[in-house]
């Protein structure tokens, strides 16, 4: 059964769509409001919230303090409410995955693992294979996404918060501050929630452009292989490549990511403590809250979104927030540069291997609109800046020491490649050789030093 619900369509009124964002059916009438800004908007004067009547600002308050009321347990970040933006966002417009759709998918999966044999040593992960529509991905993914911006939420949220709860009542009309200080109370909620609404928003557009579970880089999707029949459809609609070739092409890389993580269960540990690091190191500029507090224009739907943008109050990082940033792009850049060179091997009895290939490192590289939504928020990219260096560093070892040695790599962090060998992927063996080297000749040492073999001369 598909899940029904409301769709944003191109002429969809602005005012009118944030007001169904934050009130739902309910939604204040946007005509009455647009009337009173007009007034002012004609001569340039800021919009006076007295114009209004105050039945429907009473109203609009309520609805307010409907959508910002939950549990004490969801904390200063309105976890539920951006769930259910990230499914409203995606209603009548997620069809249900069928049998039939969902066998297609655990076929390709399928055969999928036996090309890779073929073209890698590490073994299959041996996960449950999944088919989800966009809602059920949202489900099945929230508390991770939870856990990954959970610190940037927080420290963002409490700020807006404080902003707009010193800096707003003395903004409104006078007839309108005694009602606002009624309201105290349940403002310490607001900038949760609209993060909450923001982030659901981000993670809905999100739930209509991955393709599987590790699409994003992250196992996102928990230990299994995931893939949507419905966004896989529609990437393959315009390529002129047969829809049995896109699954296929799409679940090899799918199931080599998962190779990767379930074989090297420290990779996905060290990719969320990098995650976790970077979201530690945020300070958020409180000035410039309490700047857009001050420039916020009620007349322009689009400045409310921009106010609750996450990234506009989060500095360029620095120091230990800015290495945890660089090296976990660059475990990303080395996670999709070896499913390239893998996927790439694997896919040869695909005749449209090469255009399918040349599709996905585009996308990768460029990102949808729905990562740069989502980084805009928190601040994180998620694309891997040097794909290309990565699959280069990849394929010259696989020649130099071939297959075995490659996968090997991935058994310790010890081993990984750094940026240093992202610059000289030829020197990559040599430096681990002399660090090896090293490691030996520092265990000797010990050995005899435990020993008592060495004179005290």
Do not use: C
């Amino acid at each position: 059964m598909s899940n029904q619900g409301p769709t944003n369509g191109d002429d969809q009124d602005p005012m009118e769509e944030m007001f169904r964002r934050m009130f739902g059916d309910n939604a204040p009438d946007p005509e009455e409001i647009q009337r009173a800004m007009q007034q002012f908007g004609a001569s340039g004067m800021p919009f006076d919230p007295s114009m209004m009547n105050p039945q429907m600002m009473q109203n609009i308050m309520a609805q307010f303090q409907s959508m910002m009321a939950s549990s004490d347990d969801d904390g200063p970040v309105k976890w539920d409410l951006a769930k259910q933006t990230a499914r409203q966002s995606i209603a009548g417009q997620d069809p249900s995955v069928g049998s039939f759709a969902a066998k297609e998918i655990d076929d390709a999966l399928r055969v999928a693992d036996a090309w890779l044999d073929h073209a890698t040593t590490i073994e299959a992960a041996n996960v449950p294979i999944v088919a989800w529509s966009r809602a059920e991905w949202v489900e099945a993914t929230m508390e991770n996404w939870r856990e990954m911006t959970e610190p940037v939420a927080v420290s963002l949220s409490e700020a807006l918060t404080r902003a707009m709860t010193e800096q707003l009542p003395g903004q409104l009309p006078e007839e309108f501050q005694a009602a606002f200080g009624q309201m105290q109370p349940m403002m310490k909620n607001l900038g949760g929630s609209m993060f909450g609404l923001q982030l659901g928003q981000a993670i809905g557009e999100l739930a209509q452009e991955v393709l599987s579970g590790t699409d994003t880089g992250f196992p996102i999707a928990g230990q299994r292989m995931a893939m949507l029949p419905v966004n896989i459809e529609e990437f393959g609609d315009g390529l002129s490549v047969e829809a049995d070739q896109v699954r296929i092409y799409l679940a090899l890389r799918e199931a080599a990511r998962m190779r990767l993580f379930a074989n090297s269960p420290w990779l996905a540990r060290d990719l969320m403590a990098m995650v976790q690091q970077y979201a530690a190191g945020i300070s958020i500029d409180v000035s410039a809250i309490e700047d857009a507090v001050q420039t916020l224009d009620p007349m322009d739907p689009e400045s409310m979104n921009q106010m609750f943008s996450g990234s506009m109050f989060i500095p360029e990082p620095e120091g230990a927030q800015k290495a945890a940033i660089d090296q976990l792009e660059t475990l990303l850049a080395l996670i999709e540069g070896w499913v390239d060179v893998v996927v790439t091997e694997a896919a040869k009895p695909l005749e449209s291997a090469e255009a399918l290939r040349e599709m996905i490192n585009r996308r990768r590289a460029a990102g949808g609109p729905a990562e740069h939504a989502f980084g805009s928020l928190v601040g994180l990219d998620l694309r891997p800046r040097r794909l290309h260096d990565a699959t280069k560093l990849w394929t010259t070892i696989q020649e130099a020491e071939g297959v075995k040695y490659r996968d090997a790599i991935w058994e310790s962090q010890l081993w990984l490649p750094t940026d240093e060998d992202l610059d000289d992927p030829e020197g990559y063996i040599k430096r681990r050789e002399t660090a090896d080297e090293q490691s030996a000749s520092l265990d000797d040492d010990l050995k005899k030093l435990l020993e008592g073999g060495f004179d005290d001369n």
